[in-house]
Every structure is written in C-alpha cells, then in structure tokens.
C-alpha cells in the first residue's frame, strides 16, 4: 500500500491492512512518518515504511501539491527498490492525492493489479476549497487527473454511495467500483453493556473529533452552544482533531466573542485507541457539516464511531449519512442553522426515551455496513484481483 498519510494513524489503511494481514497477507505500507516514529514499523504481517517525514504546513493548495509530489516520487523509488526482493502480487494506493496511483506504474505494466481507494473525491473536495478564489479555475486539471487515475486502476474503492454515484457520472464503469464504507473497527468502538437514559437537565456533553476545517462546520456548534447555555447551563462541547490553523484561529475568536472559554474546549489530534474513551465520557455526538458539493456526498466516519457506542448523533440534514442512516437513527437538524442545531439538541436532552430509540434504529442500520460486513466486501475485492498461484505479498 502507499499513502499520504501515517500508519497506523490512518483508521482506514489500518483496518484493511489488518484484514489482509489476518487472511494470511503480508502488507508493506509506504507512508508518512510522524513525530516520535521510526523509519521502519513492524506490526508482525505489517511492516510500515516511513520515507518521509509528516509536513508540518499544507494547508495551501501549493505546499501540498510539492509535498504530495515528493511522496510519490520517493514512494516510487521504495517501492521499486523493495520489489527486488519481494515479489508482490498487488498494488493499493489511498488517495489524495489521485496520481500517487502511477507509482504503481511498473508493477502494472508487468500485469499486477492496482487498485485505487479514494477515500474522498478531490473533485468535489477541490470545488468546495476553492469556491471564489482564482485557483478554480484549476479545477478541469484536477477532474482529468481523477479521470487518468481511475482509468489506470484495475479496481477502485469509495466510501460513500454519493461518491460512487458521481463517479458513475464521470465515466467509471460501475462494475470496476467497489463500495466499502469507512465503518468503525469493531474491535475498538464496542458497544457499552448499557448507556444511562435520563434527562440531561443541566447540559449535555457534546463531541465532535476528526479534522477541523471550515466545510466541517465546527462554528455552527460552537454558536449552538451559545444559544443551549441559556437553558442548559451545563452544555460543554469538546472537540479533538487536526485544525487547519486559519480556521482555529477563527473559532478561537467566536469562543472570546461569545465568552465560551468554559463552555467549549478546542484539543489536539486524539489517537484512534483513545477515541472510545471520548465517546464513553460524552452524552452526544454532533456532526455539523455544511452543505456544499463536497460534503453532501461525503460519509462520516466519526458517525460510525459515535453509532458503533451507542452514543445519540445530531447531524446536518446530509443526503450521504440518510443514506445509511434513514430519516429517524439520526437527530437532524437544517445545515448551517445553529438555533436548529440547539433545538435538536435540546429535544434529545428532554427526551431520554427519544434518545434510546434513535441509537437503536442507528444500530441495526449500521449493522449492515459494519466493518466485520464491509471487510468480506474488501477482501473479496482484493482476492477477485489477485491470481490462484500468487505469492501473497501486498503493498
């Protein structure tokens, strides 16, 4: 596998890799290194390559663009340098970005499979970064790029039905995508023997982690917020992720503006093992997503998690998590519209018996994409691809 990204930090590449290593595979991951990680990780049938270190600074569209490009470039050189000693029988590449796929470029020529998991879409991630601004006009660029790399690969993943209908749309034959949601591990986020339903009469403990970024409409909570202290004067929201730093900085102001230094705490990127200890301390999880090209269609995996522990979940009004979800497992609200967001938040505190209800029917609706369900589909991907008398090698 390569990814622009950390192992095992990555929740997605961690688990696929897991169920290939658990089918008897031996992966090698090339990736990012973080702070404190050595160049080489071993995790038994995993061995994580690191060959270069996590960039500090890319949130500008050109910072990431060289970034992603030395990735690829060095990926390239580790990949073809460890295919001298190991014969692979299969090449996955995570994106972002969508070309990291072509490192894969030689192996394919000699006839092994690649497969292409985009984890987002860059067009409609590319669109909603850069409404307004002159690098739209960049965009035909990006759309070819997705559309070259989806060619290139033998199979290609996504994440959420919006995506997969959309790349229907550009093109990609709807037998070569495969659909595996981004489900929560079920090995870390188990469901509690029983949650508390009662009134929440003071405030509820609310929780958002995952990226911080201004289409994640983290501002609208905090605004929510404002308005639910009058009545719940207890109301705390806590929120754990990577920020962008113009966004924190803005969030960082509203807080002052609205005098929510007690009320909301903005904290760092919380390790996937530590996630569950969040979930269990919060009486809600809220996913406040704006509604744009991008986000409409996108999946939330944070609502995986919160689902999988039997936590309530108030959300935007999203067609992606309806799709999943249905009209009633999940507490929606109009996106953008802080006073709904209060509102719907203020009703599942009144309500414990409305709570209990909605979590139960998000509970049998996850059960159908939950990740025991969508490793089989992923697994099936990888093997339908793979010849009978393959060495089992992957990377």
């Not at 003071?202 to 929780?207: I, R």
């Not at 803005?250 to 919380?270: F, N, Q, T």
């Amino acid at each position: 596998m390569a990814v622009f990204s950390c192992y095992p930090a990555d929740p997605r590449v961690r688990r696929e890799a897991e169920v290939l290593a658990k089918a008897g595979f031996e992966v090698d991951i090339i990736c990012l290194r973080s702070k404190g990680e050595d160049a080489l990780g071993d995790y038994g049938r995993v061995t994580a390559h690191r060959v270069m270190r996590w960039p500090e600074r890319t949130e500008s569209l050109f910072r990431y663009f060289i970034a992603s490009s030395v990735f690829a470039a060095l990926s390239l050189a580790k990949l073809l340098r460890l295919s001298l000693r190991r014969r692979y029988s299969l090449i996955q590449v995570h994106n972002m970005p969508d070309h990291l796929v072509f490192v894969g470029l030689a192996h394919r020529m000699a006839g092994v499979p690649v497969i292409l998991d985009l984890h987002d879409l860059t067009v409609e991630l590319y669109e909603s970064r850069t409404r307004g601004s002159v690098t739209a006009a960049l965009l035909p660029f990006v759309k070819a790029a997705e559309k070259l790399s989806c060619a290139f690969a033998d199979k290609v993943l996504t994440t959420s039905p919006g995506f997969r209908q959309r790349l229907i749309e550009r093109g990609v034959p709807p037998d070569k995508i495969v659909l595996v949601f981004n489900s929560a591990d079920n090995a870390v986020f188990s469901a509690p023997p029983e949650r508390e339903w009662r009134k929440i009469e003071d405030g509820p403990a609310l929780l958002y982690h995952g990226t911080v970024a201004r289409r994640f409409g983290l501002h609208v909570a905090v605004e929510a917020v404002s308005l639910l202290r009058t009545r719940l004067p207890k109301t705390r929201l806590s929120v754990y992720g990577r920020f962008d730093p113009s966004y924190r900085e803005e969030l960082e102001d509203l807080i002052r503006e609205r005098s929510l230094a007690e009320h909301v705490r903005l904290y760092g990127y919380l390790p996937l093992d530590r996630v569950g200890e969040a979930i269990g301390a919060s009486d809600m999880g809220v996913v406040p997503y704006l509604d744009d090209p991008f986000m409409r269609l996108a999946l939330s995996t944070k609502v995986f998690e919160y689902v999988c522990m039997r936590m309530p979940v108030v959300a935007s009004r999203l067609e992606s998590i309806m799709s999943v979800f249905g009209d009633d497992g999940i507490k929606y609200f109009k996106p953008g519209d802080p006073e709904d967001l209060a509102l719907r938040i203020e009703e599942f505190c009144r309500n414990p018996d409305e709570r209990k209800d909605y979590t139960e029917r998000a509970a049998r609706s996850y059960d159908v994409v939950a990740w025991p369900v969508m490793s089989e589909v992923y697994l099936g991907a990888v093997n339908g691809l793979i010849s009978g008398g393959a060495v089992k090698h992957g990377t």
